[in-house]
């Protein structure tokens, strides 16, 4: 199992840009299927030129060795993987992202 983190304002679909999301849906990923964990609330703002705001985030989120975003700026994106992090911009409905990370074995 990984733990993955969605960012999404209504928990269906991952929508929300990772320097403005407050609200994460967590899933424990396996091999056939994806168990919902819960939400989270972590602060947000535009964070992501700020890394002492970018880590408060990923302390948040420290159980999490995905994190899934509609957007996220290059600067974030290289700090969270150097962080050993991996962060996807995937937009769309986070039960159809389930379902492709498991069919296709991406994680």
């Known amino acids: ?3 993955v983190g969605f960012a999404s304002t209504d928990g269906i679909m991952v929508n929300e840009h990772f320097g ?3 609200y994460w ?4 990923i396996g091999e056939t299927e994806a168990v919902e ?4 609330i972590v ?7 700020d890394t002492s705001l970018l880590d408060e985030t990923l302390e948040e989120l420290s159980d999490c060795k995905a994190l899934f975003v509609a957007r996220i700026g290059e600067g974030a994106a290289s700090y ?3 962080k050993g992090v991996r962060v996807f911009e995937a937009a769309g409905n986070i ?7 498991i069919a296709e074995k991406i994680l």
């Open 37 to 40: 964990v819960g939400s989270r």
């Open 80 to 82: 969270l993987m150097r």
């Open 43 to 49: 602060h947000s703002g535009c964070n992501c030129h």
């Open 95 to 101: 039960e159809l992202i389930n379902k492709k990370l």
């Open 1 to 3: 199992m990984i733990r």
């Open 20 to 22: 403005h999301a407050k």
């Open 25 to 28: 849906e967590i899933y424990d």
